[in-house]
């Protein structure tokens, strides 16, 4: 079966430049989220989407990020300009939004930003 | 907001003997979940508890979703030098409804010796 699938798996770019990371979850799914990592933060939760309308996104850090799902098969998070501090590790999930479905996640796009 | 506090941080132990980490939250989760994350990839979900006192096993790995609601537990018996990851409890809110939205605890990370 396949997973959450995310592209791409690694990005390395200068300071203001834009970077769009994708995402397509799990056919049949109809959450999608977005996560950072750090090591000083974790995984925090930055933006989810139910039948593709944004729930939530206290999250996102500024208005720099955004993010958007234009259809069920498809999820983007853009960051523009970016900076250094946005290094991390970006991971989108996706589950079904019944009660207690867990979220299932992709492999994640490591971003660097120099 | 609402906090998951995860411990241990880190873990050393000897390839054979059981291992215990737990989560404690200040809320009250309707839902427990434990995921392990090898290097380079996302989270793998390992079990999910959904009552009150539910025990649940999955191989080797136990989990308890706490009687209070406040806490879980995942045990992992005779461990192997494939469990090295990082081990993540999450948990969903009463007030989270159908969204799927999941608070993740710091993580416990774990290295086997051979």
């Known amino acids: 079966d396949a997973g959450v699938i995310q592209s791409p798996r690694h990005e390395v770019t200068e300071m203001g430049q834009e970077v769009t990371l994708r995402c397509k979850p799990i056919?049949?799914?109809?959450?999608l989220f977005w996560y950072r990592q750090t090591m000083m933060r974790g995984l925090e939760l930055l933006i989810y989407?139910?039948?593709?309308?944004?729930?939530?996104d206290s999250g996102m850090p500024e208005d720099r990020f955004s993010a958007k799902m234009p259809n069920a098969s498809f999820s983007t998070l853009k960051i523009q300009p970016s900076e250094p501090r946005d290094s991390a590790v970006y991971f989108c999930?996706?589950?079904?939004?019944?009660?207690?479905?867990?979220?299932?996640f992709g492999n994640g796009t490591r971003l660097t930003v120099t | 907001g609402q906090q998951l506090n995860q411990s241990p941080q880190s873990m050393f132990i000897q390839e054979g003997e059981d291992v215990s980490m737990n989560c404690t939250s200040s809320?009250?989760?309707?839902?427990w979940l434990w995921y392990k994350q090898d290097p380079g990839e996302g989270p793998v979900l390992l079990i999910a508890?959904?009552?009150?006192?539910e025990l649940t096993s999955n191989g080797r790995l136990t989990a308890q979703f706490g009687i209070t609601r406040k806490d879980s537990f995942l045990n992992i018996s005779a461990s192997i030098p494939s469990d090295v990851g990082i081990y993540f409890c999450?948990?969903?809110?009463?007030?989270?409804?159908?969204?799927?939205?999941?608070?993740f605890g710091q993580g416990t990370t774990l290295q086997v010796k051979p």
């Open positions: 999930a996706s589950s079904l939004s019944v009660r207690n479905s867990p979220l299932h």
């Open positions: 056919s049949g799914h109809n959450s």
């Open positions: 989407f139910n039948n593709n309308v944004p729930i939530d």
């Open positions: 809320s009250i989760f309707n839902t």
């Open positions: 508890l959904y009552k009150a006192g």
């Open positions: 999450a948990g969903r809110t009463p007030g989270s409804g159908n969204t799927g939205k999941l608070i």
